[in-house]
């Protein structure tokens, strides 16, 4: 790959120019996030929809959109998750084109955070730096600690001290160092900034986040390419600091730009939040112009509980621009979703997809989702790392001796069996 195609990072409120090889994520004249900036016609030279498909499928063949010079060293499998229409939830939602784009079941640790540590990883290689961390709601820390297990990188991993079990099982099996600090993200986050700069270690979502933000546009590349080389009426997606959802509509915008989808791009953002932690959603619907930081985030949907999101300022705007909207959902509202995926779909999605669907539902009742349009729903981490969220919800077995009789017994006996029976009939 050729080291052109990035050309450095840039202040997203001031313009002011960074070189690629500094590992900063805000500007040093007024705190604005930075972000990669490519040169465009460069890349139109190589990348197109035959070079793309020539590849194998996982989120490098997107390689040239990614802030990489080299060849990209950590996460090589990651991405290429599936994108499913979804025709029996479409039915139970009453719209007339759903897809699922399915990062429940992402390689290595199953959620959208391999895409995003996959870039920022390789790119703290390219860096040269030997000790990674994170601040973590949860997904990131297993992200971080197995991608750095399987690069031989040493990893420091932060997150709040009331995470689920499978999350902290999903980041300890990797050998990682893994930190429980008393408090909420915002406390974890602003500690891991001190770390890093006083350490001078690669923090994936700190000094390293504008890299580690792009791996986020290959959600939007697949979707795109998935959908036949076309974009949706709708996107539906969970926030929580909310950079996923901007850089999904980015993606949108450079294949537009490199004519790889016809544009201009039409799409509505959607952005879904839990009611316990919507600084986001909060600030959308009450047309606020700043975000206003949630102190203490109360939902199940730990791995969305980011009380002061760091992109929540551009997340909004995007959704009022694009002519979306954003809602937020409670927890048995969360947790009926979840149901209603697996019962329709087999999918078993995290709190995080409970609240995305949940929270589409709210808002094609509200009409403000179009029922005749194309829609599709994010879902970006898997059920098994939040069992907690389950606990007394669903009906446990009946549990019956080995024999014929007590079965029959137990489907005769059940209004459940007598509707098999029924249907059979
Ligand atoms: C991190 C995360 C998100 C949201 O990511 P942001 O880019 O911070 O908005 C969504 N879903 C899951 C499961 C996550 O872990
Ligand atoms: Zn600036």
Redesign the pocket.
């Known amino acids: 790959m050729s080291e052109e195609l990035t050309i450095g990072l840039k202040c997203r409120l001031c313009g002011k120019l960074y070189p690629k090889t500094e590992a900063l994520n805000f500007c040093t004249e007024d705190f604005g996030p930075l972000e990669v900036i490519y040169d465009y016609d460069a890349i139109g030279r190589v990348l197109d929809r035959r070079a793309i498909q020539s590849r194998p499928r996982n989120m490098w063949r997107y390689r040239e959109l990614l802030p990489i010079d080299g060849e990209p060293t950590v996460g090589l499998h990651v991405g290429g998750t599936p994108l499913i229409r979804a025709d029996r939830l479409a039915r139970a939602l009453g719209v007339a084109e759903l897809y699922i784009k399915n990062d429940a079941v992402n390689h290595p640790t199953l959620?959208?955070?391999d895409r995003v540590v996959g870039v920022a990883l390789s790119k703290a290689v390219e860096l040269g730096y030997r000790t990674v961390g994170c601040a973590s709601?949860?997904?990131?820390a297993g992200s971080v600690a197995a991608n750095a297990a399987a690069a031989g990188l040493e990893a420091y991993v932060l997150i709040p001290d009331n995470l689920e079990a499978g999350k902290i099982l999903g980041a300890s099996i990797y050998g990682a160092k893994v930190i429980a600090v008393k408090g909420n993200y915002d406390h974890v986050n602003r500690l891991c900034s001190q770390i890093a700069f006083k350490f001078g270690w690669g923090f994936v979502n700190v000094n390293l986040r504008p890299f580690y933000a792009e791996g986020?546009k290959t959600m939007g590349f697949e979707i795109a390419e998935d959908l036949g080389w076309r974009l949706p009426d709708h996107v539906v997606a969970?926030?929580?600091?909310?950079?996923?959802?901007g850089k999904i509509h980015k993606a949108f915008g450079e294949f537009a730009r490199l004519g790889i989808v016809d544009g201009p791009i039409a799409t509505k953002m959607f952005g879904a939040q839990a009611t316990g932690c919507n600084p986001i959603s909060h600030m959308v619907k009450s047309d606020a112009l700043k975000v206003r930081p949630v102190r203490e985030p109360r939902t199940i949907a730990k791995?969305?509980a980011?009380g002061d999101p760091a992109d929540g300022y551009f997340a909004s705007k995007l959704i009022r621009d694009t002519g979306g909207w954003s809602e937020d959902v409670d927890d048995d509202a969360i947790v009926a979703a979840m149901k209603l995926l697996g019962e329709t779909e087999g999918i078993f999605a995290?709190t995080?997809g409970g609240v995305t669907l949940a929270v589409a539902q709210k808002l094609i009742a509200q009409g403000k989702i179009d029922r005749d349009g194309s829609t599709v729903i994010c879902i970006?981490?898997n059920g098994l790392k939040t069992a907690e969220a389950l606990h007394g919800k669903l009906a446990a077995p009946a549990v019956i001796r080995p024999s014929l009789a007590e079965f029959e017994a137990l489907i005769g006996a059940g209004a459940e069996a007598g509707e098999l029976v029924a249907a059979r009939a």
């Open positions: 959620s959208f955070k709601t949860g997904n990131l986020s969970p926030m929580a600091g909310g950079s996923l959802i791995s969305l980011i995290e995080a970006t981490g």
